[in-house]
Every structure is written in structure tokens, then in C-alpha cells.
């Protein structure tokens, strides 16, 4: 489990004994600075190399690092900030796999996070920022102060960021959004949601510029080439800092018939027929997922059931299904922790999103052995190729209905393109996510110390 915390400080930690432990010195990259002598650090996305640089007879500075430090804390130590870890929502997903990950190939784990919720044992030690989850215009400048206060006491090796969410100066941060192109949609219709939406996203855009430009020198690592792409072009200044690590999907958890035995109980409970077929879409944000133009196509593909997993306005969604006269057709079972279940009962996934930055919940049903039915958008486009493992739709219900027509008239169809869904997902394991950071990691530490040598 993540060790637990004590009271009286911005942010607290105890050992597995309870006892406090001292904060130990900090690393980080040194500046880039322009008609210096370079040293290859990381392959870029393109295959190119990212490059640091330092003036010579210039001192390495370390943010947060006590003057005098000169040692470079080994490899292992790492420092990972963030909202949020644990078993529900893909970032937080992502994050427990990646620290169990990196715990396996023996770095000490050091997590700065409002909540963490890992399985016992995990090994990694948690220190907590205590604040407001919600409303987003309160918690984020609140975690923005509290975070980077601190992430200044505990860091300590190497330091990711999820995001642009402290004020200091860290070695990687991890972008999986760039907000300046993604649009904030409301979940809901009311006009207070919505101006709490719109004034959030304004933050969001405004603390991203501030933390990036703060980290100049830090590795930005994107969750897809599209998103890395979009740092580029919108933060160009970064742009020999930006590399391409994917996300990472457990491919033994999502499997063809892992969970076969208890999702057809789960299936039985929802009351969908044997010999219905039945798609799903698992996602939150349904405005900008494209819940509504799957609904209407529902409306014309007669052969499907739909099961909707995650969070949304499921009481003006419910009335629009009815009102399209598909609600006796559509299955509601909000957020859970049982994905793998959803994708083992279904026949077919669909996505008809407006963005995305990787789309974790495509890869995850690919893994699965489904057949995806999903737009051409970020992190999409690196895995499905139209025809030959999955189905490249608009958000549009004409395009999905006409592909749901025909994956319903044709069984072979949907078999191929589910296995070769599933052979292309493998690619992308947990394996490889955690030994692209460790590969990092290990590039800045050594770059550290022959700069220190």
C-alpha cells in the first residue's frame, strides 16, 4: 500500500514504521544554453535526438537543491507529482502502473499526490498535499501552491510531473493534454457548469503556460506523437525537449475471454439477450466522446444494445435515448472499476470522440480483441489502420451506424478485425511504457554525472 502520512506539514509522509523521514537533496537537468557544447540525451519521436546543453564553467543548477550539493543521487530515487493515483480513470491508471513498474526494476518511489490509493505492499512511499478535490477553479491553484511547497521539502532523485501542476522546476514532465488545443466541453447543461467549465479551462491554459515555461530545460513526455506534435507547434521553444512515451496497457487483464466466465453474469443482470449484440463505450466527458451521434445511430442500427461505462449527465442522456426510442436498448452502469467486464460481454467498442490525446480505453478494448469502431484522432491514429484492425469512423451518426450495419452482417469481419486489434495493441504493454522512463531516467542521471565528472 502507499506508506502513509503525518500531520502538521503542507504535505507529510511516515515509513512503513511511522517514523518521518528527511527530505534529501534534489536533482535535475541543467539549462539549455544556446552555441554550447551538446550531448545526445533522449530519441525524439522523429528518431532525431533531443539535446542538453550547458555553458561551460557553469554549475548545474538544481531547483529546489541545497546550496553546496554536489552529490547526484542515484538512478533509482524518483520523485513522481500528481493529482491523483489510483484504480479508476485512465491517468490515474496510468500512474499505478507506472510506479508499480518502476518499483520492479528497484527505484524508491516518492509520490507527491492529493490522494494515492495503490494495492498493499506497493512498496512506493506517499507523501499527501492536503486540499479540495473540487470545484477545479479552487483545487488547482490550491494544489499549484501546496504541490510546489512540497515537492520543494520531499523531492528527491529524478522528478516528474503529471502535467502542469507545480511551480518548481522538475527533470520530466509527463503531458498527457495540451490544453491550448483541446476545447473543454460541460458534462452538463446548465450555465453555471458551463461558466465553471469555460473559467477552468482559461486556468488550465494559463497555469500550462506558466509551468512549461518555467521548465525549459525538463523532458516533455507526451503520451502519443499527436500530443507531442501539439507541444511543438504551440510551445516551439520546447521543442528539442519533447519525446514520445506511450501509455501502457496491461494486455493480460485485457484479453480475449479473460473474464469471460463473470461478464456473462454481468451481462445477464443488464438484461441483454444471448443474441443481441452489444457495443460498448466507455468514457466520461460524453459531450465531447460522442454519446449523442451514437445514440442517434443506435436509433438506426437495430441490431445493438449499447452499454455506457463512466461518469456524464445520465438523466439528460437517458431522455435522450428515450426520446429517440433506443432506451430500453441502452445500459447505464456509471463509473467502475470493472472495464475489462464491460469489454468481455461486448462484441464490438465504439468512440466516435471529437480529441483525444491517446485514448486509453480504445487500446485497452484492441487488447481485448474487439473490434474498435473510433475516429482518427490522437494516439488512434498510431494503432488502427482502416480496415485492417478496427474501423475509422466520423463523429457522425450516419458513419457509425453504417459501420455497426456492418459489422452486424458479417461475424467473420468482426472476429478479423478484433484478432488483428489485439496483435497490434500488444505493442503497446505496460512492459515497454515503464522501460521507456527507466531508459530516460537513467539518460538524465548519466548526463548529470559526466557534467558533474
Not at 532525431?48 to 529546489?64: H, I, K, R, V
Request: net charge neutral; glycine share 10%; aromatic share 6%.
Amino acid at each position: 500500500m502507499c506508506w502513509g502520512s503525518a500531520r502538521g506539514a503542507p504535505a507529510s509522509v511516515a515509513t512503513a514504521t511511522g517514523t518521518p523521514t528527511a527530505a534529501t537533496p534534489a536533482l535535475t537537468t541543467p539549462a539549455l544554453v544556446a552555441g554550447t557544447a551538446r550531448e545526445p540525451l533522449w530519441p525524439t519521436a522523429t528518431g532525431a535526438t533531443a539535446e542538453m546543453t550547458q555553458a561551460p564553467g557553469s554549475e548545474l543548477a538544481a531547483p529546489g537543491s541545497r546550496p553546496g550539493a554536489t552529490a547526484t543521487p542515484p538512478a533509482r530515487d524518483v520523485t513522481i507529482v500528481a493529482h491523483d493515483i489510483g484504480a479508476v480513470r485512465g491517468m490515474e491508471r496510468q500512474l499505478s502502473a507506472l510506479l508499480a513498474g518502476l518499483v520492479g526494476k528497484g527505484h524508491r518511489v516518492r509520490v507527491i499526490a492529493r490522494t494515492c490509493e495503490l494495492p498493499p505492499g506497493s512498496g512506493v512511499e506517499f507523501h499527501r498535499v492536503r486540499g479540495p478535490g473540487r470545484p477545479f477553479l479552487i483545487a488547482y491553484p490550491w494544489f499549484l501552491l501546496a504541490g510546489s511547497l512540497a515537492l520543494r521539502r520531499w523531492r528527491r532523485g529524478v522528478v516528474q510531473a503529471t502535467g502542469a501542476i507545480v511551480l518548481n522546476r522538475v527533470d520530466v514532465v509527463a503531458v498527457h493534454y495540451c490544453h491550448r488545443v483541446a476545447v473543454p466541453t460541460p458534462s452538463r447543461s446548465s450555465w453555471p457548469y458551463r461558466l465553471h467549465v469555460k473559467l477552468a479551462g482559461a486556468l488550465k491554459r494559463a497555469g500550462e503556460s506558466i509551468c512549461f515555461r518555467a521548465n525549459r530545460a525538463a523532458a516533455m513526455a507526451c503520451v502519443s506523437d499527436g500530443v507531442a506534435d501539439e507541444i511543438r507547434s504551440h510551445y516551439p521553444w520546447l521543442a528539442e525537449r519533447v519525446l514520445t512515451i506511450h501509455n501502457g496497457i496491461d494486455t493480460a487483464a485485457f484479453s480475449p475471454g479473460a473474464r469471460a466466465a463473470e461478464a456473462a453474469p454481468l451481462r445477464r443482470s443488464l438484461g441483454i439477450p444471448d443474441d443481441r449484440l452489444l457495443a460498448a463505450f466507455v468514457a466520461s466527458e460524453w459531450e465531447r466522446k460522442g454519446l449523442a451521434p451514437l445514440l442517434r445511430a443506435l436509433a438506426q442500427a437495430t441490431d445493438w444494445e449499447l452499454v455506457v461505462a463512466g461518469g456524464g449527465d445520465e438523466r439528460g442522456y437517458r431522455e435522450r435515448a428515450d426520446a429517440l426510442g433506443v432506451g430500453a436498448r441502452v445500459h447505464w452502469l456509471g463509473v467502475t472499476e470493472q472495464v475489462p467486464l464491460v469489454y468481455a460481454m461486448s462484441d464490438a467498442f465504439v468512440l466516435p470522440t471529437s480529441y483525444e490525446t491517446f485514448s486509453l480505453v480504445t487500446f485497452e478494448a484492441a487488447a481485448s480483441g474487439l473490434p474498435v469502431l473510433v475516429t482518427p484522432v490522437n494516439g488512434v491514429r498510431e494503432l488502427i489502420e482502416h480496415e485492417r484492425n478496427g474501423l475509422l469512423i466520423e463523429a457522425d451518426e450516419r458513419s457509425i451506424a453504417s459501420a455497426l450495419e456492418l459489422l452486424a452482417r458479417d461475424g467473420a469481419l468482426r472476429e478479423r478485425l478484433g484478432s488483428a486489434a489485439r496483435a497490434s495493441a500488444l505493442a503497446f504493454g505496460v512492459e515497454r511504457m515503464v522501460d521507456a522512463h527507466h531508459e530516460l531516467y537513467e539518460r538524465i542521471v548519466g548526463a548529470l554525472t559526466v557534467a558533474e565528472g
